[in-house]
């Protein structure tokens, strides 16, 4: 049996394109609950036809999801379970949803996840960037002063930054990602993934907007954007500058120094010249 004996909310992560992405599990379970709270009904409907199912869909998307919320509970208050999904991967990750699955868990029923398809994740995993830690930022601002405005509280993070963005602003976005973080920087544009046209690319962001002007295809679709996180502050890892820091805080900066060397393997010449930027000589 794919549900609780307790009347549940599952969110359920469907196909960002491919039909083929949709688990067994997702089925059953979109099959098996009362009702299903969708984006988009229409879009929502093709999805149901191609899996076979006939489960009752309703509309909860950015403009009702506080009623649509009040509805999801009067199920689960008469004993029936509802699965919310977005229109393409995981609910309430920069989709409709998270409010509704707050008022849900307020009102005291359980929330299950159905993982699968993010195209967060998806990016992030083919982008080479992730090893450290990644940091998944959503839509930024769509004016361009907002925008760098909120880039620039994000440049000297150490993790992999993660964006999502529309067609008609990618080009405006990676000017601006360029100019506050700088044209070094790589990143991953990814776009339509696991569509037909599915394309990814890693390049420098100074030559993001190039690449992106050679092709007019390459400004369509759905983009994943994925900015390699911040070099470390004087050529040191996260770790070292951890470590170090602990250690000038109890010992002699030259003592210090030697120990963090030991202990990271850090070259000890960037060692003791970030030990003397922290103690300010």
Same mark, same amino acid.
């Given at each position: 049996?794919?549900?609780?004996?307790?009347?549940?909310?599952?969110?359920?992560?469907?196909?960002?394109?491919?039909?083929?992405?949709?688990?067994?599990?997702?089925?059953?379970?979109?099959?098996?609950?009362?009702?299903?709270?969708?984006?988009?009904?229409?879009?929502?409907?093709?999805?149901?036809?191609?899996?076979?199912?006939?489960?009752?869909?309703?509309?909860?998307?950015?403009?009702?999801?506080?009623? #649509?919320?009040?509805? *999801? =509970?009067?199920?689960l208050?008469?004993?029936?379970? @509802? &699965?919310?999904? /977005?229109?393409? $991967?995981?609910?309430?990750?920069?989709?409709?949803?998270?409010?509704?699955?707050?008022?849900?868990?307020? #009102?005291?029923?359980? *929330? =299950?996840?159905?993982?699968?398809?993010?195209?967060? @994740? &998806?990016?992030? /995993?083919?982008? $080479?960037?992730?090893?450290?830690?990644?940091?998944?930022?959503?839509?930024?601002p769509?004016?361009?002063? #907002?925008?760098?405005?909120?880039?620039?509280?994000?440049?000297?993070?150490?993790?992999?930054?993660?964006?999502y963005?529309a067609?008609?602003?990618?080009?405006?976005?990676?000017?601006?990602?360029?100019?506050v973080?700088?044209?070094?920087?790589?990143?991953?544009?990814?776009?339509?993934l696991?569509?037909?046209?599915?394309?990814s690319?890693?390049?420098?962001?100074?030559?993001?907007?190039?690449?992106l002007?050679?092709?007019p295809?390459?400004?369509?679709?759905?983009?994943?954007?994925?900015?390699?996180?911040?070099?470390?502050?004087?050529?040191?890892?996260?770790?070292?500058?951890?470590?170090?820091?602990l250690?000038?805080?109890?010992?002699?900066?030259k003592?210090?120094?030697?120990?963090?060397?030991e202990?990271?393997?850090?070259?000890?010449?960037?060692?003791?010249?970030?030990?003397?930027e922290l103690?300010?000589?």
């Amino acid at each position: 049996m794919p549900l609780s004996s307790t009347p549940s909310l599952y969110v359920v992560a469907t196909p960002l394109g491919n039909l083929h992405d949709i688990s067994p599990r997702a089925v059953a379970v979109l099959g098996a609950v009362a009702a299903i709270a969708a984006e988009d009904t229409r879009h929502s409907q093709r999805l149901l036809d191609a899996c076979g199912l006939r489960t009752r869909l309703m509309a909860l998307h950015e403009h009702n999801e506080q009623a #649509a919320a009040g509805q *999801v =509970i009067r199920l689960l208050e008469e004993g029936d379970s @509802v &699965a919310l999904i /977005s229109d393409a $991967g995981t609910p309430a990750v920069s989709d409709p949803g998270a409010r509704a699955v707050a008022r849900v868990r307020e #009102a005291g029923f359980p *929330v =299950i996840a159905v993982p699968g398809p993010c195209a967060a @994740v &998806a990016a992030l /995993s083919i982008s $080479g960037f992730g090893e450290h830690g990644f940091r998944f930022v959503g839509f930024l601002p769509p004016k361009s002063a #907002a925008r760098r405005a909120a880039l620039d509280a994000l440049r000297d993070d150490a993790d992999a930054l993660i964006f999502y963005e529309a067609p008609h602003r990618i080009a405006e976005c990676v000017v601006d990602l360029a100019a506050v973080f700088g044209p070094q920087r790589r990143v991953l544009i990814a776009r339509e993934l696991t569509k037909l046209h599915e394309q990814s690319v890693v390049l420098a962001l100074g030559e993001a907007p190039g690449w992106l002007d050679a092709d007019p295809n390459r400004l369509r679709g759905e983009f994943v954007l994925v900015v390699e996180g911040a070099p470390p502050a004087s050529g040191l890892g996260a770790e070292a500058e951890r470590v170090l820091a602990l250690l000038l805080a109890e010992l002699p900066l030259k003592a210090a120094v030697r120990l963090a060397a030991e202990i990271t393997g850090a070259p000890k010449n960037a060692l003791y010249a970030r030990a003397l930027e922290l103690k300010g000589a």
